[in-house]
């Protein structure tokens, strides 16, 4: 404890010393007020009892002035002169902005300059910024850090955490950003602009946002001059590292490849903070008029919305309204509309989105209508084929049911190897009864047919592919005689002349034809053996003699 009070004497802490850094990282010259309701908005309830206000505005700075004190002791920080109400401006230092890009995970060439002097003449501008980024961010306490506060307290910071919310963090915002018509990002041309706050923030809708901050200093024309600069930087287009020419916004900001529906180029949001001697009721109107060209929409066919491709969603917006109503509050004026809105329809096209999600629910209704349609069709072609099947399928014969589906399949099988039905015309029970009265031996023999043996499984075309059997006694063929009778090819062996006997009755079959016709017995025996052995046929002069 006492070597970080030795190296911090004031007493902060690292958070504060965070808070420090993330806030002057992205306003670059703020006061300790407002560091303190961005990074810690908590003290505001705690100490709202004390009185008068310079002692209330002194207790919840307190922590963040001793961090700020020992940054600049660190060399981080530094006053930059004083608010006209008094307040005293702080900055980073070039080596504090170093720090602050750690802490915003920016590159340090993008952190801007230290905006050292900004404040020798009061810095109204950036502290109208400032007021705008805590109108857009309307920080939320943490109830965490006030449970052992007074029950009023958390009341009221209970009341402020279930208010409309603000859009993104501190770390979503960019403060005076170039806007190169000519030149480069980080060497930008003549004829750019710069612009007071950028925000990025698509978790809550808003991808890219440009804002401009008033304080009714510049007239209508001024305002007009630095829309065109805008536009001029939109249809600025480059080449991408994939090649491709991109519009130049798009290089650095990820943004939708539409917006709302539209082609358009991001919105730009004027805040207006009536402390100058114009009237922002007078320079909107003729602001209107001078930038039409740049928002003007094209009525779509139906009259229901318009169509703003190419064009700048400009809208307008009081700083006072901003931080009564916060985003969410209908006080935001788009150019072109008749009434305020929320910040997100402003920046939109609700009126669209509305007629796009009427045509797709009118598309998602067509098609599911023709899908209907096709699962009816399917259905009463399904029932018509199936009315059609049952008119074809066969009955039986002996009882006349009709057969299953399973009984009508394998009556009708006329596969290679599966051996025909043997009652195609009857049902499985009048078929069980048939082949009971045939006998038990000749219906176990038909519906049970043992495998073919291993000389038999080698062919790829039979003669019987089941064992056959004697047409004279029935009897089964041996494994002998049915691999004699299969003999189909050609060679020297004779091909069995009664290929449908067994072997007994084949051998029967001879003698009683010996018995009867000895002479013819002889004749075929002849015949066989001049068969089994062809004649010799000689070569040379020798063989013609003889012929």
Known sequence: MAGTRKSNPAGSTNSYRGDVLRVLGVLKVATADQIQRIGAPHLTFRHADKEPPSKRKQARTASHTGALSDMRKHGLSENGGSTETGDCLRNLTTKGLEAASYELRRPVTEMGSTARGAGSSGASHPMAVNETVIAMLRPKPNLAKLADDPPHVQAAARAAVDGPDGIGTIASYWTEVPLPATGTWNAPGKGGAQADLVLTAPQDQVPLLFIEVDNCHETAEELAAKLEKYARFFRRKMKDTDGRERPMWRTRWTAPATWSGDASHPPVLLVFNHVGERNPNRTIPRLMELTRHLWQGERAEDGRHHYYDEKIPIV????????????????????????????????????????????????????????????????????????????????????????????????????????????????????????????????????????????????????????????????????????????????????EARPTLCGGCDQRYEIDREQDWPCASRQEQEQEREQAVPEQKTTGWFSRLRR
């Open 316 to 495: 307008a917006v009081g700083l006072r309204n901003l931080r009564e109503h916060g985003p969410a509050g209908a006080v935001f004026l788009r150019f072109g509309r008749a009434h305020p809105q929320p910040l997100l329809d402003a920046i939109g096209n609700p009126r669209r989105a509305a007629a796009d999600a009427g045509a797709r629910e009118v598309a998602r209704a067509r098609r599911e209508e023709y899908q209907a349609q096709l699962r009816r069709v399917a259905q009463d072609q399904a029932a018509k084929q199936a009315a059609e099947r049952e008119a074809r399928r066969p009955v039986c014969a002996a009882c006349g049911a009709k057969f299953t589906d399973a009984r009508w399949e394998a009556a009708r099988t006329t596969d290679w190897g599966t051996p025909p039905d043997s009652h195609p015309h009857l049902c499985d029970g009048c078929k069980q009864k048939a082949s009971v009265s045939a006998g038990p031996t000749h219906s176990r023999q038909e519906e049970h047919q043992e495998p073919l043996p291993e000389w038999a499984a080698r062919h790829e075309f039979m003669r019987y592919p089941r064992r056959p059997r004697c047409a004279e006694c029935k009897a089964a063929f041996t494994d002998e005689r049915w691999q004699a009778v299969e003999r189909t090819g050609w060679g020297t062996v004779p091909m």
